[in-house]
């Protein structure tokens, strides 16, 4: 399995973020995919796929299995979110007082009845192989969330065990790493020790895109925002500045 991985310099590469179990958004989204498999351009989708802060509206389920069938495509990609990992790890994880990893097995004993837990088994087995970040060719970083702040080579992580996503302070940092926890420094150094001009994560809410120290580009493409964005990245193009991937963001309905 492949932690890190090195995308092609060709095509376009869509990136959408954290879609929490929103079934409308994903079938939109999907419909917008599907061209882009059509003509063998790469999609990555940068985790926290599950976890619907309303219940009713849960589609997380639906959404997996779609996305484990897609996953069979080479350039179809989705990565770690920190959703996913507290299923892995047995953690809970909050939205204000919910949590949302005793919701989902909520969700599967009413899907799914006494074998609920056979089939939350199978999902703890299809998390462990994502990766945790793509890297481009024209010096793009995409991941969750981040910079960790220790540990910064992310191919350090290429060996990861099951052991390693417990207390793993540069995975951590990749999960569940906010704007507030890092400065301008330390995501410089994090791009320049892994050979990157550029990051992109979701895992914060904004209004449709946010842009930190020039060098990190935040896209909300469906949770907790006025707008929803998401990335048509040209994997040819030289990125001289931040202003020419700002103007690859499309909104949804819009």
């Known amino acids: 399995m492949k932690r890190i991985l090195n995308l092609p310099a060709s095509g376009i590469l869509l990136v959408i973020t954290d879609l929490h179990g929103n079934g409308e958004d994903f079938k939109k989204y999907e419909n917008i995919w599907k061209n882009h498999l059509e003509?063998?351009?790469?999609?990555?989708?940068?985790?926290?796929?599950?976890?619907?802060s309303n219940s009713s509206k849960d589609r997380s389920v639906e959404i997996l299995k779609a996305v484990q069938d897609y996953s069979e495509y080479e350039n179809f990609h989705l990565l770690l979110g920190n959703h996913e990992w507290c299923h892995i790890v047995d953690a809970p994880v909050y939205k204000g007082e919910s949590n949302q990893k005793k919701d989902f097995e909520e969700l599967?004993?009413?899907?799914?009845?006494?074998?609920w837990v056979e089939k939350l088994e199978e999902y703890v087995e299809f998390f462990k192989t994502l990766p945790f970040?793509?890297?481009?060719?024209?010096?793009?970083?995409?991941s969750h969330s981040g910079p960790p702040i220790?540990?910064?080579?992310?191919?350090?992580?290429?060996?990861?065990?099951?052991?390693?996503?417990?207390?793993?302070?540069?995975?951590?940092?990749?999960?569940?790493?906010?704007?507030?926890?890092?400065?301008?420094?330390?995501?410089?150094?994090?791009l320049k020790r892994n050979n990157c001009k550029?990051?992109?994560?979701?895992?914060?809410?904004?209004?449709?895109?946010?842009?930190?120290?020039?060098?990190?580009?935040?896209?909300?493409s469906s949770f907790g925002c006025v707008r929803k964005a998401y990335l048509e990245l040209d994997l040819e193009k030289n990125l001289e500045n931040m202003d020419e991937l700002v103007k690859m963001v499309q909104f949804l309905d819009e």
């Open 39 to 52: 003509d063998g351009n790469q999609i990555i989708l940068t985790g926290d796929l599950i976890h619907c």
């Open 108 to 115: 599967l004993k009413l899907k799914f009845g006494y074998r």
């Open 133 to 142: 970040a793509a890297k481009t060719g024209n010096g793009v970083l995409i």
């Open 150 to 190: 220790d540990s910064v080579y992310l191919g350090d992580l290429e060996n990861i065990t099951e052991q390693c996503y417990h207390h793993n302070d540069m995975l951590d940092g990749l999960l569940w790493k906010r704007d507030y926890e890092f400065n301008q420094e330390d995501l410089e150094f994090f």
């Open 198 to 220: 550029y990051h992109i994560i979701g895992h914060t809410p904004v209004d449709g895109y946010q842009v930190n120290y020039g060098k990190q580009l935040v896209i909300s």
